[in-house]
């Protein structure tokens, strides 16, 4: 399958002041077309830093980074910005909805920043998502309203508004208990059969066993790949 | 659904002030405030300081030369002394007017004396005054609009019509009708305009004795001078050297009225509505600025906050490929559309304003406000300033979000030593403006109470109000008019019961000076009113009766008015106090404690233009044959103009000041409601900041007190500093003459304190009780 995004000797370090930390060094590693990966590793490892940078979120890194062909470096904001709504969906462990907009709302809000999708499919388009992660029936509740699993099935309805090639999940099981976990682990993994790639950051064995790779990073580091 | 972009961004907006609504609806009306008060600054401004009245045409810069009362009332001076002008070598052009009364007559309609205003020929090119056929302008006379509607019915055919006059032996023509503007000139409402030439026919000199009307037009201080210099000039010097020169008219002695002669900038006819109108001026710049603090201070806050919570947003909105121009879209479209809210109700006070000054004729200027005039450029200008304001507002905490050090700052809640000042500042400030604003608040409801106040003499006394044109009532005689039913005598008095004049009485070597009002009565017009006099006033033949707010002001200043005569200027000199009556609420309840003086019939020294008879209620005056008998007898065409029960009279002013009531206690509620909230969001953000220490000391068992005396201790530290600022503020004000001594230990005052202390205190208590009640384990985690 055709390659989707390759990482070159990314690196990626903080200072806070006078301390250097190095969150990634020297990480290569590539993805294809319709591929799961589970990148795994202890807490501080850099997990959520890499995601940042596939994400097209974090722009300090040393290092090559080439999505759909495209040197992520030479994309200016207003680029980025595009690739971001229309080819990467977010999940993320402490789900992010917009508190103050419904679930209808929270789904439908990256097709606002999508010009090809017509005002007129806003509705339909939010209805056939969320059908798919199973909450037709919550259009007018408010985030605070759902359970933890409802408010992570929206955030994947948000995540896939746009048919992104690519979806980016951090931890997204972390703050739901194993049987909730299962599921939304079980939804984000049915996506790669419709063809998208999906990377997902875990501490769970058996989500990760369930991609067909593995990324373990260690201070920074790929420890031991595949 | 909502898929408009623009009704998205709106709903955005709308669900992201939850919970905050009634304090931006509070913001808005804040800034309708300073929009409307600003935009009256400038124009008053405009009006006061810069330009000429508004039937002048010219907009150069021109002095008056006239002479002043003690009482800051304005008369004339001689043409001689104006004619001295043009010796200066800095001046370039003089000119002059005076008003006086001229018997015309006419064929077709009835007139008596209307009051011309005399002009010098000269004076329409000095001034550019701009009115029909002033080519023929030395010969003719023109009608004001209001004396055409009035004495003319409008007439449309008036223009070359004649009017006749005793000493004329030819008919004068009427050359046309005046603009609107000449309807008010000065402090005089003239009926005519009419060239200087007219007044060598009303001299007291025979038309042949030439050399005499000329003297006597040169010496009478009738005068009032307008001229034009090279260069801007000295006018206290100018009146001072002037002052020193004798410019008296050989051959011709000529009383003087006992003004001094005085220079004014601009052209000036009555100072005291432009002193009335620069101190209405004073109070709304430190109105506007007050305003301005509170009301930036708090949308800059406001702001901020909301910041907070929305850069947790911006950072989702980010990651669905939102950008900058997403987020800040909602809040312009939000923002326009406030701004629209705050015009609209600037604009709405604007009419209420302009409908007021209209009710209160003493304004010498109704187009203030008028929206035909300047004034919408002003207000088009104060709401640029607004705009300006609330942008800085928005954009400071936006450029703050990345570095926080501006937001800590202004909120105190920063642990340096300065920003903690600046914090400390604001607060003192503010809990200033809210102590003088309770004071003021208090103070008004107080008035208001005075509504409910009964009435302590006979309002159901008819008043009325006699018109004359000649004649003096003889005050012996009155008691020939008895009403035949109710066996009740009448009362008289000059001016009527809501109108007296004003006089300034003492002086600076008694210690004290103060404006009193003044009546001048017949002796039984207390026991007409039913008012309870300390002395029997049927003895009172001189002396003047004062009130109790005059007696108590009087004891105030240590002055004995039992032994001292009371100095009453130059014209009524000193005067024994003969008793004190209980307040009469001449206008209204609202204004009970005005030091008033009622003077005897027998001390005006000027013919009365009319007099007002206080009679039974009873008692019809349109039928009373002796009445009319008795006015007929000793006036030239009495005419009774009004009548009306002093209820009535009383009623009408009251309800005036109802709606100033109103008004102004809305200004001080809001004030006050902009500060309550400040204050709120500067606690919260200094105990959210200091969270964890507070965390920890709940960890250690401390008791509530101590937490309470930990938060309260900035803010007690502020109260007390803004009660010195307060007062030390009041000191000074009454050091520099603007205020008269003030109790500072009234009750007012500490009503006003114990309220803005406890607000103060339950902004602390409440935020704090909240905090306690959290996990502790929240409290002390760091973000
Ligand atoms: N914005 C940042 N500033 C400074 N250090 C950071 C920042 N983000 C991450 N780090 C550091 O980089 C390292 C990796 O962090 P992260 O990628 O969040 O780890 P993980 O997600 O694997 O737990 C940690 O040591 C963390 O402290
Ligand atoms: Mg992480």
């Known amino acids: 399958m055709a390659e989707l995004l390759k990482l070159d000797k990314v690196t990626r370090a903080f200072s806070d002041g006078t301390q250097q930390v190095m969150a990634l060094s020297n990480v290569s590693f590539s993805v294809s077309e319709g591929e799961t990966l589970a990148i795994v590793g202890p807490s501080g490892s850099g997990k959520s830093t890499l995601l940042s940078i596939l994400g097209l979120l974090d722009r300090g890194y040393k290092g090559t980074y080439t999505i759909s062909d495209t040197n992520a470096a030479a994309l200016d904001n207003q680029q980025l910005a595009h690739l971001r709504n229309r080819e990467i969906g977010w999940v993320f462990q402490n789900f992010n909805l917009i508190s103050h907009l419904s679930v209808l709302h929270n789904v439908v809000l990256p097709m606002r920043y999508n010009r090809e999708i017509d005002k007129r499919a806003y509705h339909q388009r939010a209805l056939a998502v969320l059908d798919s992660v199973g909450l037709k029936d919550k259009l007018d509740a408010k985030p605070s309203q759902l359970s933890g699993g409802q408010q992570q099935r929206v955030a994947i309805a948000r995540a896939l508004a746009n048919q992104p090639s690519l979806v980016l999940a951090d931890e997204p099981t972390g703050n739901l208990d194993s049987k909730t976990g299962n599921m939304i682990s079980e939804l984000l993994m049915s996506l790669a059969q419709a063809g998208t790639t999906v990377i997902i950051v875990t501490h769970d064995d058996k989500v990760a066993a369930k991609c067909d790779t593995q990324i373990r990073l260690k201070d920074g580091t790929i420890a031991h790949g595949e | 659904m909502v898929s408009s972009r623009l009704l998205f961004d709106l709903l955005c907006e709308w669900n992201r002030w939850a919970g905050q609504r009634g304090k931006v609806l509070i913001l808005i009306v804040g800034f309708s405030l300073i929009s409307f008060v600003f935009a009256m600054v400038l124009r008053l401004g405009d009006v006061l300081f810069f330009e000429n009245p508004d039937w002048v045409g010219s907009e150069a810069d021109f002095y008056t030369l006239s002479s002043v009362y003690d009482d800051g009332r304005q008369a004339g001076v001689s043409q001689q002394t104006i004619a001295s002008l043009k010796d200066l070598p800095y001046v370039t052009d003089v000119a002059w007017l005076r008003t006086r009364t001229f018997d015309f007559r006419s064929n077709d309609y009835a007139l008596y004396q209307p009051l011309a205003l005399v002009f010098e020929p000269h004076l329409v090119d000095l001034l550019q005054l701009e009115f029909p056929a002033t080519d023929k302008r030395s010969t003719g006379v023109w009608l004001t609009q209001r004396y055409w509607r009035e004495a003319f019915n409008s007439d449309p055919e008036v223009v070359g019509k004649y009017l006749t006059h005793e000493k004329l032996s030819n008919s004068v023509p009427i050359r046309g009708v005046l603009p609107q503007q000449f309807n008010r000139i000065g402090p005089w409402s003239p009926d005519i305009l009419l060239p200087a030439d007219y007044l060598r026919y009303v001299t007291p000199f025979a038309p042949s004795s030439t050399l005499m009307i000329d003297r006597f037009l040169r010496s009478v201080p009738e005068y009032y001078g307008f001229f034009k210099t ?80 929305l850069a947790d947003e911006y950072r989702v909105l980010q990651t669905i490929g939102a950008q900058p121009i997403d987020l800040v879209r909602p809040v312009i479209v939000a923002s326009v559309i406030k701004m629209g809210i705050i015009a609209l109700i600037s604009l709405g006070l604007n009419v209420l304003a302009s409908h007021f000054i209209s009710m209160n004729v003493h304004v010498t200027r109704l187009d203030l406000f008028s929206l035909d005039g300047k004034y919408p450029y002003y207000w088009a200008l104060s709401l640029v300033f607004i705009t300006l304001i609330y942008a800085t507002a928005i954009i400071f905490p936006l450029m703050s979000l990345r570095k926080k050090t501006l937001f800590s700052r202004v909120m105190g809640t920063n642990r340096g030593y300065k920003q903690l000042l600046v914090g400390q500042g604001s607060l003192i400030f503010q809990l200033s403006i809210a102590i003088i604003a309770t004071i003021a608040a208090i103070q008004i409801s107080k008035q208001q109470l005075a509504l409910f106040a009964p009435f302590n003499f006979n309002t159901s006394v008819q008043q009325v109000v006699i018109n004359h044109h000649g004649g003096r009532l003889p005050i012996e005689s009155i008691e020939d008019v008895r009403n035949d039913d109710t066996n009740n005598a009448l009362a008289l008095s000059v001016a009527p019961f809501d109108k007296p004049q004003t006089l300034s009485v003492g002086a600076r070597e008694l210690g004290f000076e103060r404006e009193f009002e003044v009546h001048y009565v017949s002796q039984n017009y207390f026991n007409q009113l039913s008012a309870q006099v300390s002395a029997d006033t049927r003895d009172w033949k001189s002396g003047v009766v004062i009130n109790r707010t005059a007696q108590q002001f009087l004891a105030e200043n240590r002055f004995n008015i039992r032994a001292t005569p009371l100095y009453l200027g130059k014209i009524l000199g000193s005067h024994r106090i003969f008793g004190v009556v209980d307040d009469i609420p001449h206008g209204g309840r609202f204004k009970r404690d005005q030091p008033t003086l009622y003077l005897p019939l027998s001390t005006v020294f000027s013919t009365p233009q009319s007099y007002t008879l206080y009679l039974d209620e009873r008692m019809d005056v349109s039928s009373s044959g002796a009445l009319q008998n008795y006015l007929d007898t000793h006036l030239v065409d009495a005419q009774i103009t009004s009548s009306s029960t002093l209820k009535a009279v009383i009623d009408a002013q009251e309800a005036r000041a109802q709606q100033l009531f109103y008004f102004s206690i809305s200004v001080v509620i809001i004030t006050l409601f902009g500060i309550a909230l400040t204050l709120g969001y500067q606690v919260r953000s200094r105990l959210q900041l200091e969270k964890a220490d507070y965390g920890v000391l709940i960890a250690i068992g401390a008791p509530f007190n101590a937490l309470l005396i930990k938060a309260c201790k900035p803010i007690a530290m502020g109260f007390g500093a803004a009660v010195i600022v307060t007062f030390a503020g009041y000191m000074l004000l ?50």
């Open chain 2, 230 to 309: 090279r260069r801007p000039i000295d006018v206290e010097r100018l009146s001072q050297e002037m002052r020193n020169n004798d410019f008296s008219v050989q051959g011709m002695q000529v009383e003087s009225h006992g003004g001094e002669l005085n220079i004014f900038n601009g052209i000036m006819l009555d100072q005291k509505s432009a002193t009335m109108l620069k101190q209405l001026w004073t109070f709304s710049v430190l109105l506007v600025i007050a305003l301005v603090s509170i009301f930036s201070l708090n949308a800059f806050m406001s702001f901020s906050n909301r910041n907070l919570l």
């Open chain 2, 734 to 783: 009454v050091h520099l003459g603007y205020l008269h001594h003030v109790n500072l230990a009234s009750a007012i005052n500490l009503i006003a304190l114990v309220l803005v202390g406890l607000i103060t205190l339950s902004a602390v208590v409440l935020p704090l009780l909240k905090l306690t009640r959290s996990q502790v384990i929240d409290l002390i985690k760091q973000e």
